[in-house]
């Protein structure tokens, strides 16, 4: 049974999201603040986080950032509707992808199952693709750049995954965001931008002038290398 930690400090919307998870045969920790939420994070080492970003003792924000610098664990931010720049901020942090409040406990459902999916090794015998000074382990979900392991999260290394195996072909944005997010996405195609800067920092050699992943303006991306 996968566990989620929900981390939000409002008791009724959290006693609502704990009991519709429970009903779909999660298994659901509840922190109330930042600090407990570190610290359940740490004890009980969770499958997936749903993280509001406006909680006590340490904001979603911080806490996103420091969950990444431990875990790849896929995370969920819970944002209001018209906090734009809450959303990108949480994406720029590590976050994998973020629910508006307010929101259906269906699309809830639905992204937690998506992102949990997309996190699962995937079984069977292993694939290695070797492309450039990337080489990555399809199955174990694990990337080394020049020899050097690369933490992504498990967003960024979908989209890797689907850049290499088709390198050298243009995959647009809308491809890239039904096969990384889900046809169900309804969120801002900016997220894709956020995640492939994330990922430019992560792999290329000068990020700021990248020679793995370049862009077709007004299209989308291609893998050169």
Same mark, same amino acid.
């Given at each position: ?5 929900? *981390? $939000?400090?409002?008791?009724? !919307? ?10 779909? %045969? ?8 930042? #600090? #407990? ?7 009980? &080492?969770?499958?997936?986080? /749903? ?20 875990? &790849?664990?896929?995370?969920?931010? !819970? +944002? ?10 949480? /994406? ?12 259906? *406990?269906r699309e ?11 996190? #699962?090794?995937?079984?069977? &015998?292993?694939?290695? !693709? *070797?492309?450039?000074?990337? @080489?990555?382990?399809?199955e174990?979900?694990? *990337?080394?750049? %020049?020899? =050097?392991?690369?933490?992504? =999260?498990?967003k960024?290394? #979908?989209?890797? &995954? ?9 995959? +647009?944005? %809308?491809? !890239? ?13 900016? @997220? ?11 792999? $290329? $050699?000068?990020p700021?002038?990248?020679? /793995? ?6 299209? %989308? ?5």
């Amino acid at each position: 049974m996968d566990t989620i930690l929900l *981390v $939000e400090d409002e008791p009724a !919307l959290a006693e609502s999201i704990r009991y519709n998870l429970q009903r779909e %045969g999660f298994g659901v920790i509840l922190a109330a603040d930042g #600090a #407990a939420g570190l610290s359940l994070f740490r004890s009980e &080492q969770p499958n997936l986080i /749903l993280l509001d970003l406006m909680i006590p003792e340490i904001s979603g924000f911080d806490l996103c950032r420091m969950v990444r610098t431990e875990s &790849q664990v896929p995370i969920i931010v !819970l +944002t209001a509707r018209d906090a734009e720049s809450d959303k990108v901020l949480g /994406l720029e942090l590590g976050a994998d992808d973020y629910v508006t409040k307010p929101f259906s *406990v269906r699309e809830l459902i639905a992204r937690v199952r998506a992102n949990l999916r997309r996190a #699962a090794p995937a079984g069977g &015998q292993s694939e290695v !693709l *070797v492309a450039g000074r990337l @080489t990555i382990d399809v199955e174990r979900h694990t *990337v080394k750049a %020049g020899g =050097t392991a690369v933490n992504l =999260t498990p967003k960024e290394f #979908a989209i890797l &995954q689907l850049l290499v195996e088709r390198r050298g072909r243009l995959l +647009t944005r %809308g491809f !890239l965001l039904d096969e990384v997010w889900g046809p169900e996405y309804t969120g801002v195609p900016t @997220t894709l931008d956020v995640h492939i800067r994330r990922l430019r920092e992560k792999v $290329e $050699e000068d990020p700021a002038n990248p020679s /793995l992943i370049s862009t077709v303006r007004g299209l %989308g991306y291609k893998f050169e290398g």
